[in-house]
């Protein structure tokens, strides 16, 4: 098992890396796992100029050559990715944001679906913000696994505290685990998608359809697909509920088509 843990603090070796690092003392007690640390202050990772390029046009065609494609490489190699980022003024760190900026594509073409990610945000205030922002980081193609909210100010805590963090360290470790190893049993193969999931999917693929000549790269993306992002069985039920959905969807969408008279 190998995991892959995205350290989005400035700091480096903070708070949350010795959270993380508590996780994987976690993960050992149940299983041989590899670790690897990507700190993202310590990579080749250019801030985002916000051409839109890799969403319009295709993310190999990004101007910015630097560490991006390695970090995708590491995301495809490892069974389960830990974005982990401090709670700056409800948000994530700015660092952890570009990280997120950089990978925007996910959003419109989903990949990852093998691996499980686990969010952890640690400071104070703003915590469940911050993990609401880190579930869009990779895009819908990752399941999320696990959530942790991870208490760390400046001053020590009641042992009441300490034992209650400690406590849903070993829960949402194991809820990572777990999702892992059911992975594992299916041979490695994702879920079954459900309909939110679903419905996403023919959703976007509607959009990259009507608006081929703009979202070139989706339209490539998406124009040989059928039935969903990869190989799977999708009921009928869900066919047509999302049918109906997708038209309604449309009709509510009406005024944001594109404008061919200029």
Same mark, same amino acid.
């Given at each position: 098992m190998?995991?892959?843990?995205i350290?989005?603090?400035?700091?480096?070796r903070g708070?949350?890396?010795?959270?993380?690092?508590?996780?994987?003392?976690?993960?050992q007690?149940?299983?041989?796992?590899?670790?690897?640390?990507?700190?993202?202050?310590?990579?080749?990772?250019?801030?985002c100029?916000?051409c839109?390029?890799?969403?319009?046009?295709?993310e190999?065609?990004?101007p910015?050559k630097?560490?991006?494609?390695?970090?995708?490489?590491?995301?495809?190699?490892?069974d389960g990715?830990?974005?982990?980022?401090?709670?700056?003024?409800?948000?994530?760190?700015?660092i952890?944001?570009?990280?997120?900026?950089?990978?925007?594509?996910t959003?419109?073409?989903?990949?990852?679906?093998?691996?499980?990610?686990?969010?952890v945000s640690?400071?104070?205030?703003?915590?469940?913000?911050? $993990? /609401?922002?880190? @579930?869009?980081?990779?895009? #819908?193609?990752p399941?999320? &696994?696990?959530?942790?909210?991870?208490?760390?100010? %400046?001053w020590?805590?009641?042992?009441?505290?300490?034992?209650?963090?400690?406590?849903?360290? $070993? /829960?949402?470790? @194991?809820?990572?685990?777990? #999702?892992?190893e059911?992975? &594992?049993?299916?041979?490695?193969?994702?879920?079954? %998608?459900?309909?939110?999931a679903?419905?996403?999917?023919?959703?976007?693929?509607?959009?990259s359809?009507?608006?081929?000549?703009y979202?070139k790269?989706?339209?490539e993306?998406y124009?040989?697909m059928?039935?969903?992002?990869?190989?799977?069985?999708?009921?009928?039920?869900?066919?047509?509920?999302?049918?109906?959905?997708?038209?309604?969807?449309?009709?509510m969408?009406?005024?944001?088509?594109?404008?061919?008279?200029?």
């Amino acid at each position: 098992m190998k995991i892959l843990a995205i350290i989005g603090s400035p700091k480096g070796r903070g708070s949350g890396y010795k959270i993380v690092r508590n996780i994987e003392s976690h993960m050992q007690e149940l299983i041989d796992v590899e670790f690897e640390y990507l700190f993202l202050k310590e990579q080749d990772l250019q801030m985002c100029r916000g051409c839109f390029v890799c969403v319009t046009r295709g993310e190999k065609l990004c101007p910015l050559k630097d560490d991006r494609g390695l970090i995708e490489e590491k995301i495809d190699n490892s069974d389960g990715v830990i974005l982990v980022s401090p709670s700056y003024v409800s948000n994530v760190s700015w660092i952890m944001k570009n990280f997120i900026d950089r990978f925007c594509y996910t959003n419109h073409r989903p990949r990852f679906f093998r691996q499980k990610l686990m969010l952890v945000s640690n400071a104070g205030a703003g915590m469940e913000d911050t $993990i /609401k922002a880190l @579930r869009h980081t990779l895009g #819908a193609g990752p399941q999320i &696994a696990a959530e942790l909210s991870y208490l760390s100010p %400046p001053w020590p805590l009641s042992a009441r505290v300490r034992k209650k963090q400690d406590a849903a360290v $070993i /829960k949402q470790t @194991r809820r990572f685990f777990d #999702a892992i190893e059911r992975d &594992a049993e299916r041979g490695g193969l994702p879920e079954t %998608p459900g309909f939110s999931a679903y419905l996403r999917y023919r959703f976007f693929r509607k959009i990259s359809q009507d608006v081929k000549d703009y979202l070139k790269a989706d339209y490539e993306y998406y124009r040989n697909m059928k039935d969903y992002y990869y190989e799977t069985r999708i009921s009928l039920w869900k066919r047509i509920a999302a049918t109906a959905m997708l038209k309604i969807s449309m009709i509510m969408m009406r005024d944001m088509v594109p404008d061919e008279a200029g």
